[in-house]
């Protein structure tokens, strides 16, 4: 989704015609887990749609920092963001508050198929793998007739 | 023979203390690259401000409604759009 994204929100999402739902895929370990952390953490403040573009952006930042340096470089993210209230922040970052619920979601997507990412779902139509803009708009108007 | 042997054991035993004396002077060089700080500082204020901006969706997200599914995914745009795109994706 990561290139067409801002495209779909653009053309569909801005205009009410679609909602957009994000759905976890743990499947990169530590890295998975701890950044959906965050992403949920800030969710609770109504502010997960920033740091879902803030995670996504900065991947590689992510790839090349080791597991015990994670929630200090999410923490570090969490501070651009300047609405959100970072000692909630914190603490549901380092209680590791919204893991449990995001393993069993990720538990149960998995009994459904969805064991790779992305996979999108267009009122219930599957799409596996990254799609084009014209893919994913054809499937969208589709679906809007 | 044995002469000249002493002779420049005494100039090698000279060359080194030069050297040992000389050993000083390349600290002088490293002490150069730790004054870059100050010449660094007044880059880090011109770094700090566009990280924010640089993000073209949090702009997005903060003009378009979020909600919560009833299920407790997070969802942006219309809560009663007539089309649901869900996004099964990982942040890695």
Known sequence: ??????????????AGRVKLVFRDVLNHGERSQRTSEAAACAGKQNQFWQMHAILFERQSEVYATSNDKLVDLLLTWG??????????????LTARAPLKQLQAADAEQRARGITSQPIFEINGKRLA????IEAMTAALDAALK | MIRQ???????????LTACANATPAPSA????PTA???TRAPSTPTIAPPTLPATPAPSAANVIPQ???????????????????????DFM
């Open chain 2, 5 to 15: 042997f002493f002779v420049c054991l005494a100039a090698l035993a000279l060359g």
């Open chain 1, 129 to 132: 793998g990254l799609q084009s």
């Open chain 1, 1 to 14: 989704m990561l290139t067409v994204e801002p495209a779909i929100i653009e053309r569909y999402v801005r």
């Open chain 2, 36 to 38: 870059m700080p100050a």
């Open chain 1, 79 to 92: 501070k651009e963001l300047r609405e959100l209230d970072q000692t909630a922040f914190a603490q549901c």
């Open chain 2, 67 to 89: 909600s919560v599914t009833q299920d407790g995914f997070f969802a942006l745009g219309n809560p009663s759009a007539p089309v649901t795109l869900i996004d099964y994706s």
């Open chain 2, 29 to 32: 060089p490293t002490i150069a």
